[in-house]
Every structure is written in C-alpha cells, then in structure tokens.
C-alpha cells in the first residue's frame, strides 16, 4: 500500500537558513507526490507536484523538491527561509485516481 | 474567484445533536472528499465522491454519512457525534483523474477553510 512518512513533527530553521522538509514514500507504482501548506487557520494550498516528468520540481514561494527513486523520497528544501514560511507542510501521494494519503505533517518554526 | 466553501466554520455541539456541514465548490469539479485532520495524524480520508450519486469510504467512515445530490455540493452528516469526532475537517475538490498518464493541473485538490468541530 501506498503511504508517506516525514520525519521530524518540528523543525525549526534561522530565517536566511536553509528549508529542508523530508518526506519518503512507499509506492508499488510509480507515484504522483505533492507537499502541501497550511497556513495557521488556513486549508490546505498546493506547494508543488510531482507527476513523472522533471525529478526536480519547482514550486511556489521558492520552494522545490526532488524526486529520487533511488531513496523514495521527496524531500522539500528552500534556500533561505522567511519568517512568512512558518507553517505546517504535509507531504502526499496520489493513491489511485484522485484518493490522497497525507503523512503526518512537519510544522516549520522561522527564528528571527 | 474558483474556491471551495465550507460552513460553519466552527462548531460546538454536544453527543447526539445530528449535526451538518456543508462543502461547495463553484470549479464543475467531478471529484470531492472530505478529510479529518488530527495532530500527529495528518490528513485522513472520510469520504469521497467522484461524481453526483456515487460517493465511497475513505479511510475512516465510521459514524459519517455523505450525500452527492449536486455536482457543486458535497455536505457532511454526522448523525451522533461523539467526542472522538472533535477535528479540524476539510473538503476538497478536483477535476477527476481518470489515468496518471494525464499531466497537468487535474491532479491538483483544491481545500476548503476548515471546519473545527468540538463535541462535547
């Protein structure tokens, strides 16, 4: 069965410090992964995707992930942290058409 | 403005009040969910429906009822409530995904708010 484990429930990051968010996937088919952002008393919003084309994969707000079968993982990294990026990340994989398994979520702490 | 609506937003009940929350989405979506998001648990599946009338289990249905009458609306029912169903939820919506061989942006779920349910 197709699942995700972060490890680390927090992280804490100095702003201008380096963002990485670590995310590894177990799947029998080659997987569609996704990191989501959920803002303090927000939904969830699309960070980036991963769907077989480019292993590295660029999102929003200068984040990126790359996808590395080897390992099976999807780690999310940015190069210099914003106080604005305090938030909580769930990394998912695409289970069948549409169905999403979310793992358990890394809240990120920016210290001034 | 493409968006996914839910209400209340928050709610205090007690055991047993039959209770419903209501999910919307104006993007023609095919495909909705609801999710419960509990600490240490992430994100977990409810239910969900690929199209109008067809609606499934997700991974934890126990004490959840939905209803797919309207492509737009997708309502969560809880019957009784018990005090283990106090969460944060979210719907979601997307286009539906008929093969991962399709690329592009119909992978993409869209999330409500939230709905932060306490039951007493």
């Known amino acids: 069965a197709q699942s995700v484990t972060q490890l680390g429930s927090h992280v804490s990051v100095s702003e201008g410090a380096l963002v990485l968010l670590r995310c590894n996937y177990s799947?029998?088919?080659?997987?569609?992964l996704f990191w989501y952002v959920q803002y303090p008393n927000q939904g969830l919003q699309l960070l980036l995707k991963?769907?077989?084309?480019?292993?590295l994969v660029k999102g929003i707000n200068g984040f990126e992930a790359e996808f590395k079968k080897s390992e099976t993982s999807f780690h999310l990294t940015k190069p210099s942290a914003h106080m604005s990026d305090a938030a909580e990340y769930f990394c998912?994989?695409?289970?069948?058409?549409?169905?999403?398994?979310f793992g358990q979520g890394t809240r990120l702490t920016i210290n001034p | 403005e493409a968006q996914v609506t839910q209400n209340p937003r928050y709610l205090i009940t007690v055991t047993g009040k039959k209770l419903t929350v209501t999910c919307s989405q104006n993007?023609?979506?095919?495909?909705m969910s609801w999710y419960r998001q509990d600490p240490g648990l992430g994100l977990r599946q409810i239910y969900y429906?690929?199209?109008?009338?067809?609606?499934d289990k997700g991974d934890v249905p126990e004490g959840y009822k939905v209803s797919r009458k309207e492509k737009r609306n997708f309502p969560l029912i809880l019957e009784s409530p018990s005090p283990n169903q106090t969460s944060l939820y979210f719907c979601?919506?997307?286009?539906?995904?008929?093969?991962?061989?399709?690329?592009?942006?119909?992978?993409?779920?869209?999330f409500g708010p939230g709905t932060r349910l306490t039951v007493l």
């Open positions: 799947s029998s088919v080659p997987p569609y």
């Open positions: 993007m023609n979506h095919e495909y």
């Open positions: 998912a994989v695409a289970l069948g058409a549409q169905k999403l398994v």
């Open positions: 979601a919506s997307s286009q539906l995904v008929v093969s991962h061989l399709i690329a592009g942006d119909t992978d993409t779920q869209y």
């Open positions: 429906s690929m199209n109008v009338e067809v609606t």
């Open positions: 991963y769907t077989s084309a480019a292993t």
